[in-house]
């Protein structure tokens, strides 16, 4: 019996490809097949940093795996179950597959509903590798430590309805793919003891920052991240 291939997930960072690890480009060399999205700027991008910091990327064979934008759960599982099913038919021809994920693969990526479902179809190894998580690298990029001792870190996704309620907790809130949300953000945190600041495109070379969240104008990009931190 032909023995099938592992599935990887590989985290290449936040956009700057000089974060990619060591060992994420070992696999990206070694895997015959790059799973990426089929549409969207996430796919474009995870496929750019992943082909800066490994040239071989170029020349692998690309597994287009279709995640519609949509909130629609039984059609959102639907289109989970066919990727993961053109997952499985690439292993069980014996080869490796490797899925792209920007930044770390744990944290709301794509590639945790594929990983359930090719985990959940038995016999097949899993393997994930992690990556630079954007909020990580945009506490570096503005030169800040992201919480203080005994202090806890909230990670909250942009759009979350219960976000003021959030933002009173004690300790860092990390906002991500908070384009959308820097005046909402702002005028949650009037009148709080709290320093706020934002940056877009973290590494890329449409990097923006902002060291204090009221100069933002408008929506930013969808991959920003706004950190927030209570004042001594």
């Known amino acids: 019996m032909k023995e099938k291939g592992r599935f990887y997930g590989v985290g290449v960072g936040p956009g700057d490809p000089g974060l990619v690890t060591l060992r994420a480009a070992e696999v990206i060399r070694a895997c015959p097949v790059l799973a990426v999205p089929a549409s969207g700027g996430e796919r474009q991008l995870a496929l750019e940093i992943a082909r800066q910091a490994v040239p071989e990327a170029a020349e692998k064979e690309l ?24 997952v499985l ?16 693969p744990s944290l709301y990526a794509t590639y945790s509903s594929i990983q359930e479902r090719v985990l959940a179809a038995g ?19 503005l030169n800040r430590s ?11 996704p942009g759009g979350y309805p219960g976000v003021e309620e959030a ?30 600041r934002m940056v877009t495109d973290c590494g890329l070379p449409t990097e923006e ?11 930013r990009g969808y991959f920003s991240t706004i950190l927030i931190r209570e004042e001594e």
């Open 209 to 219: 920052v902002w060291e204090d969240l009221s100069q933002v104008e408008g929506a």
């Open 63 to 86: 597994l287009l795996l279709d995640f519609p934008m949509i909130h629609d759960k039984a059609r959102l599982r639907q289109s989970h179950d066919a990727a993961a099913a053109q």
């Open 167 to 196: 933002l009173a907790a004690p300790g860092t809130k990390v906002l991500m793919k908070a384009g959308k949300e820097a005046a909402r953000v702002q005028a949650l945190l009037e009148g709080r003891p709290h320093t706020a």
């Open 146 to 156: 992201l919480t203080k001792p005994h202090l806890p870190v909230h990670i909250i």
């Open 89 to 104: 038919a690439v292993l069980d021809t014996g080869r490796d597959v490797a899925m792209l994920n920007l930044g770390d």
């Open 123 to 141: 016999g097949y190894e899993v393997i994930t590798v992690p990556g630079v998580p954007s909020f990580c690298a945009v506490a570096a990029r």
